[in-house]
């Protein structure tokens, strides 16, 4: 079955550096790190939706490039997606997060990720270090 919500996360990568974001909330999750992003609305893609989100939560503009990895099984109905972005505008600022961080691919295994986005680690590690 087609999961009826889409969840979009945004590897933001500069250079050999990905941007992390540490969520506020909700209490289950407050003080775990993420890839930011957020709900695809109805009839908006993901692409549209990645670029909204991250525009909201981090106040910066983004193209959207390949998909990172496989699909992720967030409940019976709800999906998260990840896609690499570049920033093209904007100025970073953490809007909806408690903090920002830049990190390599010698960090990814430091941080404690939200556990949804632990599935990326090998695919984030092989964008950072190529």
């Not at 993420?34 to 939560?57: F, H, M, Q, Y």
């Amino acid at each position: 079955m087609m999961p009826s919500q889409i969840v979009v996360a945004g590897a933001l990568i500069a250079g050999n550096a990905l941007l992390v974001a540490q969520r506020a909330h909700p209490p289950a999750l407050a003080g775990l790190w993420e890839l930011p992003g957020g709900k695809v609305a109805a009839g908006e893609s993901d692409e549209s939706a990645l670029a909204r989100e991250l525009k909201e939560e981090l106040g910066v503009d983004v193209t959207v490039g390949a998909r990172i990895g496989v699909d992720v099984a967030l409940n019976t109905t709800t999906a998260l997606r990840a896609y690499r972005v570049t920033q093209t505008g904007g100025e970073l600022h953490p809007n909806d997060h408690r903090a920002l961080r830049w990190i390599t691919a010698d960090e990814l295994d430091d941080l404690d990720w939200v556990p949804a986005d632990r599935t990326w680690l090998a695919e984030l590690r092989q964008a950072l270090t190529v």
